[in-house]
Structures are given as structure tokens and as C-alpha cells.
């Protein structure tokens, strides 16, 4: 008995990978749109793309970055300036796509544009800040989506949302995990009610990896900033040994990021170019052995675990 469940679950696992592993031919003749290609992710993904033939359309934010990557790449790839929390500026670049792209439509959107700090409790924070973190992850990802939504279907192309392992399980405080919560939702959606356009929709769930986001810098900065501003009230309810606590545990969530960032954009490209591609790919061992599976945990027990580590507010001390 045990031995003809194995041999199954083999054959599924083999069929599996032989299915993913078909390549669609002539990448050379298509377009795709990536967002947020200053650096990290996107600036990644752009040069491997580019790197495979494929026509690049990377958008920055800034010139120095746009400069940057030019100069790192073939000159297929072409830059713009895109601020995804804008509409003007994403209607803009939508308009230099098509005259791009034409007849042709756009392959791949890719809407890697991400924003993240400040994490921390969320009583330290205010409307404004969840704001800026929701305009960037959830809205502006929306916004991109609906303006490159006509040449995606003229390709019968496919649309790579990042999300993160964040949007499984929201083990921190602040805007970022809502507007993962909801890029996941934007993105199940969107795949369901493009499925009969011949679009795919697929959704990357990264874990920690090593990004200029993710430096202690970005994440420790803000964090201080935040408590040297809060009310004397929330302070004395947290109390300074939580603060000093809370800021180690940042550093050390910021040092234990994987180095490699490639998993991630080999998923991305592998949605754009496979075949058949996946409709949800987690990079990193932290989403496939801890996130995950902690999301799927009862909740009482999951709450359990992640509070275990957390520092005690002066006010449950008292």
C-alpha cells in the first residue's frame, strides 16, 4: 500500500516538473513592463530578461536609476519614469507602451513597485503612513494594471503580481501586510476574471531576502523616528524595554535575509516564459517552511508561536 502511494506521488511529481519545464518559443518577440526597476527585484529581473532576448520596458522611479541599469543592459531595453502611486505618470507611461509595443501587445506587466516601513506595532503609526505603503503595493499595482490591461489582452499575455510570504501570515504591524492581504485578493480575482481573455495571472510570494528594502538601515530608521514622536502616553503603555527589544528583533529580522535574490526573479521568469506557468510561487526555504505552513496552523497555536518571541509591553509588566 505504502509503496503504490509513493510511486504515485513520484509519477505526480514527475509529471509536474515535466510539464513546467516547457519553455515558450520565440521570447525574443516579446514585450514586458516591469515596475520598480531601480533596484532589487526588478532591477533583476529586467537584466535577466534582457539577457534572454526579450524586448525590456523597465520603469523607474528615478533618473539615476534608469541610468544605472541602462548601462548594465543591451540597448533592447528601454526605460521610463513611472510613480505608480500617480495616475498621470502611470497613464503617461501606458501611452509610451503602446507606441512601443503596437500591434504587438505587452507580453508580460510585471508589478514589482513595492514599499514596506515602517513595521512596527500599530498604534505607532498613523493613518498617513498606512496610506503610503497602501498606495504603493495595492493601489498603484491596480492603477498599472487597469491602464496596461488592453495591450496584456491583445498579447494574450500574462501579469506577475509580488506579493509576499507577508501576505499569508501578518506576523508584523503597519500597512505593509494589508497591502499584501490585498494584493493577493486583487490578484485571485484578476486571474479568475481574465481567465477567459487567455491572460494568466500568477503571484510571487517572496520571503526575506536581501534587497535594499529589506536593509536594517531602511527598516531601523523609521522605527526610531516613530517612537522619538509618539504621544508620552503610548510610550509609557510600551515602555522603553519593549522599543530597545522590538528594534533588536527588527536587525536581526533584516540580518537572517537570503542572499539569493535570484530565486525570486527565476520565478518571475519562469511565469512569463513557461508554458504553463504556476499561480502562486513562493521563493525562499523561510516562506516554504515557516509562513506557510503557519498560516494553515489554528489560529490560537499560530498566535501562540509568534508571540512567543515578541517583547512585553510595560503595561502587561505593571
Known amino acids: 500500500m505504502w509503496l503504490l502511494l509513493l510511486v504515485f506521488v513520484g509519477l505526480l511529481l514527475l509529471y509536474r516538473w515535466y510539464r513546467q519545464s516547457h519553455i515558450l518559443e520565440n521570447l525574443s518577440d516579446k514585450y514586458v513592463f516591469i515596475t520598480g526597476c531601480d533596484s532589487g527585484f526588478g532591477n533583476l529581473l529586467a537584466k535577466q530578461l534582457d539577457k534572454r532576448g526579450m524586448k525590456v520596458l523597465a520603469a523607474c522611479l528615478t533618473e539615476k536609476g534608469a541610468e544605472n541599469l541602462k548601462k548594465e543592459a543591451s540597448s533592447r531595453l528601454r526605460t521610463v519614469m513611472l510613480d505608480v502611486t500617480d ?100 490578484s485571485d480575482s484578476l486571474r479568475r476574471e481574465l481567465r477567459d481573455f487567455g491572460v494568466k495571472v500568477s503571484i510571487i510570494e517572496p520571503g526575506a531576502f536581501k534587497t535594499p528594502m529589506s536593509s536594517s538601515e531602511n527598516h531601523v530608521k523609521p522605527v526610531e523616528q516613530l517612537w522619538s514622536n509618539l504621544p508620552s502616553q ?12 522590538y528594534v533588536q528583533n527588527i536587525l536581526q529580522l533584516t540580518e537572517n535575509t537570503s542572499l539569493n535574490v535570484h530565486y525570486v526573479t527565476d520565478c518571475m521568469e519562469h511565469a512569463l516564459t513557461a508554458v504553463h506557468p504556476w499561480t502562486r510561487y513562493s521563493p525562499g526555504l523561510d516562506t516554504k517552511l515557516f509562513y506557510i505552513p503557519m498560516s494553515y496552523l489554528p489560529t490560537v497555536l499560530s498566535d501562540y508561536l509568534l508571540c512567543r518571541s515578541s517583547p512585553k509591553p510595560a503595561y502587561y509588566l505593571r
Open 87 to 186: 495616475s498621470g505618470s502611470v497613464s503617461s507611461a501606458a501611452k509610451w507602451a503602446t507606441d512601443i509595443v503596437g500591434d504587438a501587445g505587452l507580453w508580460g506587466l510585471v508589478n514589482n513597485a513595492g514599499f514596506g516601513v515602517p513595521l512596527s506595532p500599530n498604534a505607532w503609526q498613523t493613518k498617513a503612513h498606512f496610506a503610503k505603503v497602501l498606495n504603493v503595493n495595492l493601489l498603484g499595482p491596480f492603477d498599472v494594471t487597469v491602464h496596461f490591461l488592453p495591450l496584456t489582452i491583445k498579447a494574450r499575455g500574462r501579469i506577475v503580481n509580488v506579493c509576499s510570504a507577508l501576505g499569508r501570515l501578518a506576523a508584523v504591524g503597519g500597512g505593509y501586510c494589508p497591502s499584501k492581504f490585498g494584493a493577493e485578493a486583487f
Open 234 to 245: 503610548i510610550k509609557d503603555l510600551y515602555g522603553e524595554q519593549y522599543y530597545q527589544k
